[in-house]
């Protein structure tokens, strides 16, 4: 598995996740309160077929989740990521190893509609190209954003997709990076599969 290959490519998620939500270091839910939700998009989770995952248990002090069958710990995180909370699929057999890291935003609770209205040009501004906003899910109890964009650093590009769960005033910041050839609506189920299974401590 090309996770040391890989590494390089994979440190910008880590960048990403701090990006969207960089320049929301100073904002509260007070300060912008989240809007009744007559504009917001339908949840993902009407839409997509997904089963809750089986495979290991992550666990923190903070919360615990499960992973898809087949995924784990790889041997030696890349660089800049948190080895009990970077998971990766342990049977991808192409160039970029699916996985997941969760972050603590710097900017402690965030909204839907702030990360919406400043993650994309964050992502952006780091180096993703193709970065929008797709429907908002729900996910541990309440709505969360979910962007997605494309990163391509070396000579692997993949996609990520990221949602922001928030409790007891701290959003954490859920990404999954996946091959570019993975179909959205794949990455939709898997993403779900997992936070389905989210539950805080």
Do not use: K
């Not at 030696?76 to 699929?89: C, E, I, R, S």
């Not at 692997?156 to 928030?166: A, E, F, G, S």
């Amino acid at each position: 598995m090309p996770f040391r290959r890989a590494s390089a490519a994979l440190a910008l998620v880590a960048v990403l996740g701090g990006a969207s939500v960089l320049g929301l270091t100073g904002c509260t839910p007070e300060s912008a309160p989240p809007a009744e939700s007559e504009s917001a998009a339908p949840s993902e989770t009407d839409a997509v077929e997904f089963a809750p995952a089986t495979g290991a248990e992550v666990a923190t002090d903070e919360y615990t989740f499960r992973l898809p069958e087949g995924w784990g710990f790889p041997d030696g995180a890349p660089d800049g990521f948190d080895p009990t909370t970077f998971a990766a699929d342990l049977q991808d057999g192409d160039d970029y190893p699916d996985n997941v890291n969760i972050l603590v935003s710097p900017g402690g609770e965030v909204t839907s509609d702030q990360v919406e209205e400043t993650g994309i040009a964050e992502l952006e501004g780091a180096g993703a190209t193709d970065a929008r906003a797709l429907a908002r899910v729900t996910a541990a109890g309440s709505e969360s954003a979910h962007l997605t964009a494309t990163v391509s650093t070396g000579e692997v590009p993949y996609v990520i997709d990221q949602y922001y769960l928030v409790d007891a005033g701290q959003t954490y910041i859920v990404t999954f990076s996946s091959s570019v050839d993975v179909p959205q609506e794949d990455r939709d189920a898997l993403a779900l599969s997992v936070l389905s299974t989210w539950q805080w401590v």
